[in-house]
């Protein structure tokens, strides 16, 4: 995905650990409606990641591929998406730097694939600050994000709430901003097996949001989006 939600996520519920030794994860999600950077990128959702995390050097190593599926009366309307991601978690001191390159990919709708890079500065902090940068070398997309927010244990779910800033300047088109609240939990249902679900509003400058929808055509936009999401995360 263009953002690194599962890291932002773990960042908020938990200090940064290195893997022992080889780990295996998949992450499988369904919502109403997926919502990146301002913008909605599907009504009715699946989202699933199939990835490996090793510890190499000072800091830990990662590949995963990513996949949107589009669900509902209004799939058509969107594009389903996989991306294949590399990247590099350093811890620096207290805090830790995440590198990663992504390619984009949409099985299907013969849309341009693109190589996209992105990084993340989680600041081990008061919040939990995370700052998030990206750059598209295909369509010259970039923006950059800041999101933080407390986080607790409340009769074992870990739980958080987090606010989001951030700005896109497309390769083409108009520039956008953007501000959001998020409402999350994470409870860990067995040895490897852990449940999370969160709630996510967010505010554009621009109408990204689908307010009517006929076939494969955006008939209306608001400037508005809530996304109720729900998943499994699977380690091994």
Known sequence: M????????????????????TEFFAVSSFGSMLIDRG????????????????????????????????????????TEEVDYTLGYALPLGRHELVMAASWLTYPGSGGT????????????????????????????????????????ELHGWGVYAAGRIGAVTPGEGENW??????????????????????????????????????GRDMISARDTGLALMAGLVLTH
């Open 2 to 21: 263009r953002l690194m939600t599962l890291t932002c996520l773990a960042a908020l519920l938990a200090p940064f650990a290195l893997a022992e030794d």
């Open 113 to 152: 694939q693109s190589l996209e890079l992105a990084g993340e500065l989680v600041f081990d902090a008061p919040l939990s600050p995370i700052l998030i940068g990206f750059y598209d070398t295909e369509f010259e997309d970039y923006g950059m994000e800041a999101m933080a927010g407390p986080s607790a």
């Open 39 to 78: 913008e909605q990128l599907a009504a009715g959702v699946n989202e699933t990641t199939l990835g490996v995390e090793r510890a190499v050097g000072p800091g830990l190593l990662f590949a995963d591929v990513y996949r949107i599926t589009p669900l509902g009366a209004d799939d058509e309307a969107f």
């Open 177 to 214: 901003t953007y501000y959001g609240v998020e409402f999350g939990a994470e409870r860990a249902l067995h040895h490897g097996v852990d449940l999370f679900g969160y709630l996510r509003w967010e505010r554009s400058s621009e109408d990204l949001f689908a307010d009517e929808i006929s």
